[in-house]
């Protein structure tokens, strides 16, 4: 149960790091976020609800998105130095040592009240962040964790290759020790917000002898090092969000190790199971702007009243508040097996629930959301049409989703192999 403990005073700039309360911690965000609120009305969700162009499923920067980059930056240093940007993080890297459920209280009240998309941050805080703090030297996360929550720097995923996506495990890309360094050589793609990003948390082989799993080690890169080129790839959405990154002889220090030698697959766990938990997140597909603005246009297209729209209507809100709610479920709650798949889960429900968000806009607009009139919240809503089906494959597929919850979570039989084909 959240504490309701009101004896810190939440004014109090010199007590930034003594244990709050839920309550009183609201107050404190509320209140700070309120007054910074009127820098950001030109981002945020004031102005956004008065463009038709965006409502995106996946990260998408397009036009314009130097100006959203540059906003969310600035509105990410504004919290961390308020003490509110990593509320659950450690002291000494620039947390509170407060409970996620302080995190989330933050992540509420700027989506409440309207603040702009921090998505292309997502990467960095959500994926990269949590293997470094629980993995890392103390001396890299001190230098790497706060520079990461204030946005000074960005952060990427070098984790997917061209072979290897599903089957992680099988990454090629080499690191070889000379020294105190490590040469790294290879291809990734998919590198979501690579062309923005300062670092890379890269998934390499170290041992090609050894196991496929036990042979990977993490590293941190400098994506601005020699021999690291990215080249931005094109999505069916128009946007340009995610990118080839070619590693060619790239020096990396020892020092940026993430985890032990061989301990990579590990490491990597850490980052996919918070990557797969936060989407469900007000930075997510499913954010409250997005449900702001689809119960927006059902109410213009009468669309309640339409006996064909209507069961549609109710299977999207289901969709959305099962989501919810499982994202709410305090830690610790969930039921044995499935605690350790949680993030799965969630995954899955997030998806079902953009599935039907996106069914449902599709289904009242008709060719309204493909062909731009010029109408608000008409073509608006194509980005997210065309983009919720990413949505089934970022962050580990459907299928792999379901193989882990049904083999880990609930404790299934793996499916038979096919059987070897013989020589006639
Ligand atoms: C929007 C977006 C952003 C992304 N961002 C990043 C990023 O920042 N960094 C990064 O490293 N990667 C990123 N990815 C890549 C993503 O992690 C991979 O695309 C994903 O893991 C699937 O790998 P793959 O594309 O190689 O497909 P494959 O692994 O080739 O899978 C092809 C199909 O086969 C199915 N399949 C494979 N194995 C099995 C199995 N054992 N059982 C049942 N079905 C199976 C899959 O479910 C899928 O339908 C991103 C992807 C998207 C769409």
Not at 339 to 349: C, N
Request: negative net charge; proline residues 6%; contains cysteine.
């Amino acid at each position: 149960m959240p504490s309701t403990d009101d004896s810190t005073d939440p004014t109090d700039p010199t007590d930034s790091t003594g244990p709050v309360g839920v309550d009183a911690f609201r107050a404190e965000a509320e209140r700070f976020l309120r007054s910074i609120a009127g820098e950001f009305a030109d981002a945020g969700l004031a102005e956004r609800r008065r463009s038709s162009d965006r409502i995106a499923a996946v990260e998408e920067l397009g036009e314009g998105y130097e100006h959203q980059v540059k906003r969310a930056r600035e509105l990410q240093a504004r919290l961390f130095d308020a003490g509110l940007a990593w509320p659950s993080g450690p002291a000494d890297c620039g947390g509170r040592g407060l409970g996620r459920e302080h995190d989330r209280v933050v992540d509420d009240l700027l989506g409440e009240l309207g603040f702009p998309s921090r998505e292309m941050l997502f990467v960095g805080l959500h994926i990269v962040a949590p293997a470094l703090d629980a993995h890392g030297t103390t001396e890299l996360r001190r230098r790497i964790l706060p520079a990461l929550y204030r946005a000074d720097i960005i952060g990427c995923q070098l984790f997917s290759e061209p072979g290897a996506g599903s089957d992680l495990a099988g990454v090629t890309t080499r690191a070889v020790r000379d020294g105190d360094d490590w040469i790294l050589s290879g291809q990734k793609v998919w590198t979501s917000m690579g062309h923005l990003a300062d670092v890379g948390e890269a998934l390499v082989r170290t041992d090609p002898s050894a196991a496929k799993h036990g042979g990977l080690t993490m590293f941190l890169v400098d994506m601005r090092a020699p021999g690291v080129t990215v080249r931005p790839i094109r999505q069916m959405t128009g946007g340009s969000a995610f990118n080839e990154v070619f590693l060619d002889g790239v020096r990396v220090p020892d020092a940026h190790r993430v985890g032990g030698v061989g301990e990579g697959w590990r490491v990597a766990g850490t980052s996919l199971g918070s990557e797969r938990e936060t989407m469900t997140g007000d930075d997510g597909p499913v954010s409250p702007y997005v449900l702001e603005r689809l119960v927006a246009l059902a109410e213009r297209l009468k669309a309640a009243a339409d006996p064909v729209h209507r069961p549609q209507i109710a299977r999207t809100v289901a969709a959305v508040t099962a989501m919810r709610a499982a994202a709410e479920l305090p830690d610790g709650s969930w039921g044995h097996g499935l605690a350790p798949v949680s993030g799965s889960v969630l995954k899955m429900l997030m998806t079902r629930a953009v599935d039907e968000i996106a069914a449902l806009a599709a289904e009242v607009l008709g060719e309204d959301a493909f062909t731009d009139a010029g109408e608000p919240d008409t073509y608006a809503w194509s980005e997210f049409v065309l983009g919720a089906p990413a949505l089934h494959i970022a962050g580990g597929t459907d299928e792999i989703q379901l193989n882990i919850i049904a083999q880990r979570g609930l404790g299934l039989p793996r499916p038979p192999r096919p059987a070897a084909t013989r020589p006639a």
